[in-house]
């Protein structure tokens, strides 16, 4: 696995920013400054999704598409029970 500094070298080499990676895997900027920084150890189950992230394998969702789903959740009645 990859240190935090080693993710963020990759990161400013493609040009990437923190909030870019973290709309990506949908945490918040601190939250990789904090794991770039090596304050933290990057979760196991954080660090593939990180690294697609890195490769354009997964992209953020686009804030409208991110809004139209949360409005489609609020629709959805919940369930009767009878």
């Known amino acids: 696995m990859l240190s935090g500094f080693k993710l963020k070298m990759l990161r400013l080499h493609k040009d990437m920013t923190q909030q870019y990676i973290a709309d990506c895997l949908n945490v918040s900027k601190n939250y990789i400054s904090m794991l770039e920084g090596q304050k933290q150890a ?29 409005q489609e959740k609020k629709k959805k009645p919940g369930k009767k029970r009878g």
């Open 42 to 70: 990057i979760p196991e189950e954080l660090y593939p999704l990180w690294i697609d992230a890195l490769n354009g394998i997964i992209v953020p969702k686009p804030k409208e598409i991110e809004q139209e789903i949360i």
